[in-house]
């Protein structure tokens, strides 16, 4: 019998001999490649009859090399691996499946020998993976403010004032609630201000649209989340230890090459990928569900957070974000604004709250605005909130006085000692 061929890819030192022990053993001849550059170039060479593909690699990542395999028409069924949640093997796995690729499992590392075995099997057989239908595209909604909207400066102006630093990052604190009970200021969601020369300071949904519009939103952010990665490098200096939720366009996502420039800002500043959150608003152009995913799942696999924002003003669904690999929803400020008066609103954030959390997302309320939604969150279940009761966005130079202000506050500051709600 012919010995079929078994493509592992993976830069793991430890892993690739036992995953090849394994194989050999169960008749395969294996190949180890251990980068992907080598994997792309190797399809020349011998058809392999299946792939192991590692999905972590440091220049490159699995859904790079897996846009590459669908390039060149590979049909060999391909298992996933890697150290990272099952959330983020299964997202890649089904955009694997939009790209037309035999997808045939995950196999979570470390595993168990038992069950490589039994994947090898099934790759043996193969058959199994030959009719799996192909997904569908599918298009999300538009964004929830008026794109064509006048704005008070022109396409140029805008241009100049991005290169001239005159985008100015405010910072609005963020609390979670700790161990000890007490909500602890530990990051700032970036909003941008523009500082004009006569119009004084503009706010964001008078310029981000029009940036939007022109081409030129790329170029804002990366400005901002430079800007922001100096300000937490002097923060942190000052003793301060805060990470940041910076605000993306859903219009970026059809940038592919996103991942790889916002890794390179944060790489060769001195924070960590996970010490920064990346918002996206539930309703926007998002284009094909799996350019989509393409870029959002592969800024998860280099460790950034992503946020989905403005929860409940839009059209997705939990199970929609269930399939996309956001790890925290943040509830939209109009229901929380209302939350106290308004008992629907509560029920929305309330059933909201708890089936995130069961798909495993952290939940964020925006737009508190005082100490009695701050209590009704928490007995709502909700950990992590922002709004004008902690601070209104303000400088980065104001924010350790705010930090220190907060703490000091017996009324408010860890403040907040939860008392029984009354309703
Ligand atoms: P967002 O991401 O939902 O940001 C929260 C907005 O709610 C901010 O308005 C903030 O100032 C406001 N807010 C926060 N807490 C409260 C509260 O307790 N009460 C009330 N009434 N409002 C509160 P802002 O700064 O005007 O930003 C508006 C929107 O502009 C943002 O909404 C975001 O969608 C967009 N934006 C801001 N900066 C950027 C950016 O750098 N890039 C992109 N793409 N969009 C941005
Ligand atoms: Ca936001
Ligand atoms: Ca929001």
């Known amino acids: 019998m012919r010995k079929k061929l078994l493509l592992i890819a993976s830069e793991t030192e430890m892993l690739a001999p036992v995953l090849a022990e394994v194989a050999e053993a169960t008749g395969w001849r294996v190949e180890h490649l251990r980068d992907p550059d080598s994997l792309v170039e190797r399809f020349g060479g011998a058809a392999p009859d299946a792939i192991l593909l590692d999905l972590v690699f440091t220049e490159s990542d699995g859904i790079e090399i897996l846009e590459h395999l669908a390039t060149r028409g590979i049909r060999a069924p391909i298992v996933l691996m890697g150290g990272v949640s099952a ?26 020998e038992r069950e490589l075995r039994s994947t090898l099997g099934r790759l043996w057989r193969q058959r199994e993976f030959d009719d799996l239908p192909a997904m569908e595209p599918e298009f999300l909604p ?4 008026d794109p064509e909207a006048a704005s008070p400066i022109d396409a140029r102006e805008l241009a100049a004032a991005i290169e001239n630093d005159l985008i ?21 969601e970036v909003l941008a201000r523009l500082h004009h020369d006569k119009l004084g300071v503009i706010p964001p949904m008078s310029f981000v649209p029009l940036a939007e519009r022109c081409g030129l939103i790329g170029r804002l952010t990366d400005r901002l989340l430079e800007s922001t990665l100096v ?13 940041a939720a910076v605000n993306l366009s859903t219009r970026m996502l059809r940038d592919r090459s996103l991942p790889r420039r916002l890794m390179g800002l944060v790489a ?51 199970v929609q974000l269930h399939r996309l690999p956001f790890n925290e929803l943040k509830i939209d400020k109009s229901f929380v604004m209302r939350a106290l008066r308004n008992s629907e609103c509560r029920s929305i954030i309330s059933s909201t709250i708890v089936l995130a959390q069961s798909i ?28 004008f009761y902690v601070s209104p966005a303000v400088m980065g130079t104001e924010i350790p006085a705010i930090v220190e202000g907060w703490y000091q506050s017996t009324d408010a500051g860890g403040g907040v000692r939860i008392a029984t709600p009354s309703w």
């Open 231 to 243: 300000q937490l490098a002097d923060w942190r200096r000052e003793g301060l230890a805060l990470s």
């Open 268 to 318: 060769a500043s001195g924070t960590r990928p996970d010490e920064i959150t990346f918002e996206l608003t539930e309703t926007g152009p998002y284009g094909y569900q799996s350019e989509v995913m393409n870029v959002l799942t592969r800024l998860r696999l280099k460790g950034f957070n992503l946020a989905m924002d403005d929860f409940g003003t839009g059209f997705s669904s939990l």
């Open 360 to 387: 495993g997302l952290e939940v964020c309320a925006e737009g508190v605005e005082n100490r009695e939604t701050m209590e009704l969150l928490y007995s709502l279940g909700c950990t992590v909130a922002q709004g």
């Open 168 to 188: 100015v990052p405010y910072y609005q604190p963020q609390v979670t609630l700790g161990r000890s009970r007490r909500w602890t200021i530990d990051r700032v």
């Open 87 to 112: 959330r983020i093997l299964e997202t890649t796995e089904r955009l694997g499946v939009t790209y037309g690729l035999q997808m045939a499992g995950c196999l979570e590392v470390p595993f168990v």
């Open 142 to 145: 538009e964004p929830p403010y």
